[in-house]
């Protein structure tokens, strides 16, 4: 095994998603044969070799600090489930 | 010949000739879209009224001597691409009701240039699938026999092209996502260099792999279509700087002396037989033509897959973190509090292969694993960039099948995410490189499905590939073959 259900719990809590017991049964087998897959990875020699994060910039994009406009409170708003007044309205985080 | 069934190029003839209106163009792809939209499910949202407006605007524009690139050409978009006022949904439930307050810079580009948008096009959820399959908003079904799969991610827009539901389309490319629905769907995409498109209101996937590119019914449309969209955007700080060529000006070069890099890794056991065969054929016309054929290696080929299913959810995990039901798009109303609501709005809102994906990613990013996957992933996707660096020494571009097997059935890989990825074993290198890739139709399996040609080239070298696709198109008469191929097969039964 690559991955028990009991990682799997663990990283699906850091991943802010829940599974139903049969869902969980299903997603542990089907990750075990992905990561079993990424094993022949293991069989590539790669000392020394730079981990390559990105396609192809090699520099940094630097711009002025200027300020700019952006979307008014309003619309930004707008695609919110619950806005109120100029907030984003969420459950009760503290009791 | 209906107006839907013609190109770009010789739409905008007849409307610089007077022939027809922007207008008549719009009624013949509606009519079209009305005829076989209910088989093909192309779309998930259509848009007609804004499109009568944008042609009325086109016509005006044309009757005042002003036509531009686009000027009243009816396009699909794939709806992964933010539109002003009409929702994009990118596939899934937890956008379903997402209305963007501004426009990709793409979709900006196209309506500058004239163009009609259509609609917006069906895909896998969040671009993660490789049939169209993983929509929150049932399948699209492959206009050459509708119990087959149109591909993916794209699905939508290439079976909307097709189908001639639209005159072309844009689509994004993470890892074939544009180039496998091209061949599975008997039309041209291309995956421009990581850098050349902007990527500034395209809902993202994997940052350091996506790209937006174009589906046309030919060549010459894929070169008219990279001249509006490719270029530097100041609001996208991976995009590039640097000049843009007029891809048209490659279309009629030829290909006398070019150096065509065929890697053996690339012709192997487990493809269909006549992909292979049909493959073979197209790379003997082309050294017919004058190209000179190189045999060479790219020997990290077979871990591609791999580095590509821990890269891309990885940083997919981290991108889809955004949607937490808070600021837009589905929130649950089950929540106990805070935390619970997050949970509950994501797993009602995702769908299974976007949960396996975050699931992976997360996992590949966590602590005591982080070295062991995401690190040597990062570093065999080095290695495989250093394998094309190498080839390109030997040759100009690359040619190989586009995908190991023509369009497969609905449902047949839906139980089995290992072998769904395998549909994208040839197209996932050149987004680990960042070079340009093209998909060219190149004949039709004894069934009638379509085959793609796959051309890689290097870093910001489109128009070689434009080169190499148009003189290919050109040389096998294929518009006229895929021409009498769709009377033929293409009956929506």
């Not at chain 1, 910039?57 to 489930?81: G, T």
């Not at chain 2, 649950?332 to 935390?339: A, K, V």
Request: glycine share 8%.
């Amino acid at each position: 095994m690559k991955i028990t259900r009991t990682e799997v719990a663990h990283v699906a809590h850091l991943a802010r998603l829940t599974f139903r017991e049969e869902e969980m049964e299903k997603f542990t087998s089907q990750l075990n044969d992905i990561l079993l897959y990424m094993d022949k990875l293991n069989s590539v020699d790669t000392t020394g070799v730079e981990p390559m994060t990105h396609a192809t910039v090699l520099y940094n994009a630097f711009r002025e600090d200027v300020v700019k406009p952006s979307l008014a409170n309003e619309q930004s708003l707008a695609n919110a489930p619950d806005p109120r007044g100029e907030f984003f309205r969420v459950p009760k985080v503290i009791e | 010949m209906e107006l839907y069934s013609l190109t770009i190029h010789e739409l905008q003839e007849k409307l610089r000739a007077g022939e027809v209106t922007a207008a008549d163009i719009l009624d013949s792809v509606y009519q079209r879209i009305d005829q076989v939209e209910d088989k093909v499910h192309a779309y998930i949202t259509l848009m007609k009224e804004a499109a009568q407006a944008q042609a009325a605007a086109a016509d005006t524009a044309i009757r005042n001597g002003d036509i531009k690139a686009l000027t009243g050409i009816p396009i699909a978009l794939k709806d992964i691409c933010c539109t002003q006022g009409f929702t994009t949904t990118c596939g899934s439930r937890i956008l379903h009701n997402f209305v963007p307050p501004y426009d990709a810079t793409v979709v900006e580009k196209l309506r500058a240039s004239g163009a009609v948008f259509t609609g917006k096009a069906n895909m896998d959820e969040f671009a993660m699938g490789s049939s169209t399959e993983t929509s929150s908003f049932g399948v699209t079904r492959n206009p050459w026999d509708l119990t087959r799969i149109p591909g993916g991610s794209s699905g939508g827009s290439a079976a909307a092209v097709a189908a001639d539901e639209c005159i072309a389309a844009l689509g994004s490319d993470t890892g074939g996502s544009i180039r496998q629905p091209a061949a599975l769907c008997g039309i041209v995409g291309m995956k421009p260099t990581y850098g050349r498109v902007s990527r500034f209101g395209l809902v993202a996937f994997a940052s350091s792999l996506d790209q937006i590119g174009p589906f046309t019914k030919d060549v010459e449309d894929c070169a008219i279509l990279m001249n509006v969209i490719a270029g530097y955007d100041p609001r996208e700080s991976t995009s590039v700087n640097i000049e843009v060529p007029d891809y048209r000006s490659f279309l009629s070069r030829g290909i006398e002396g070019l150096r065509i890099g065929i890697p053996r890794e690339y012709f192997i056991e487990g493809i269909d037989p006549e992909i292979l065969a049909s493959v073979r054929q197209a790379i003997a016309v082309l050294e017919k033509a004058g190209a000179k054929c190189v045999d060479i290696s790219l020997p990290h080929t077979e871990y591609c897959l791999a580095v590509y299913y821990i890269v891309a959810p990885a940083e997919a995990s981290s991108n889809l973190a955004r949607y937490d039901g808070v600021k837009y798009g589905f929130r649950s109303q089950e929540g106990r509090d805070l935390l619970d609501m997050y949970k509950q709005s994501r797993s009602a809102g995702f769908g299974d292969e976007v949960k396996r994906r975050i699931i992976i990613g997360t996992y590949v990013l966590s602590s005591g694993y982080y070295d062991a996957y995401y690190k040597k992933a990062s570093q065999v996707r080095a290695l495989i960039r250093r394998d094309f660096d190498e080839a390109f020494k030997k040759c100009d571009i690359i040619a190989t099948p586009t995908s190991p097997t023509a369009a497969f059935r609905i449902g047949e890989k839906t139980d089995d995410p290992m072998q769904m990825y395998l549909s994208d074993i040839f197209t996932i290198s050149a987004n680990m490189a960042g070079i340009p890739g093209i998909s060219i139709p190149c004949g039709f399996t004894g069934d009638g499905l379509p085959i793609g040609l796959q051309f890689l080239g290097g870093h910001f070298q489109e128009g070689t590939l434009i080169q190499a696709a148009a003189a290919y198109e050109k040389t096998a008469g294929m518009s006229a073959l895929i021409a009498r191929q769709k009377q033929a097969k293409m009956n929506f039964a």
